[in-house]
């Protein structure tokens, strides 16, 4: 069974950066891609960045577009989403996903980590 565990999160200040991990460890099975997903208290959990399990592509919401950076480590078994010029807007808890199928068409699957806080002070 999939596990995903996160960390990275934390306080910042406008301006400043973070880089979050979501470490993949449980039996192997069929996956298309990796994402990171944010939700603000009160608002639906949306896509922020995805990768595919191979690394050949990567999707960017246009929200963080040019400011976020989503990698993976295949030795690690680990996916990064680092983010820079962070806003107070981006203040929400962040959650890892892991998916069979691309997040854009047929939406995120069941397996996610447990996510981590990111707050960006203005």
């Known amino acids: 069974q999939v596990r995903l565990v996160e960390s990275g999160g934390g306080l910042v200040q406008a301006g400043g950066s973070l880089r979050l991990s979501c470490a993949v460890s449980g039996r192997a099975f069929s996956a298309y891609a990796m994402g990171w997903f944010r939700q603000a208290p009160g608002k639906e959990r949306d896509l922020v960045a995805a990768?595919?399990?191979?690394?050949?592509?990567?999707y960017y919401a246009d929200f963080v577009k040019g400011r976020f950076t989503i990698s993976r480590d295949n030795a690690k078994n680990t996916v990064y989403l680092e983010m820079n010029s962070l806003k107070p807007e981006d203040t929400a808890v962040y959650y890892c996903?892991?998916?069979?199928?691309?997040?854009?068409?047929?939406?995120?699957?069941?397996?996610w980590g447990q996510g981590t806080q990111v707050t960006v002070s203005s």
């Open positions: 996903n892991v998916g069979d199928r691309p997040y854009t068409k047929y939406g995120r699957s069941d397996y």
């Open positions: 990768i595919t399990w191979n690394g050949d592509n990567t």
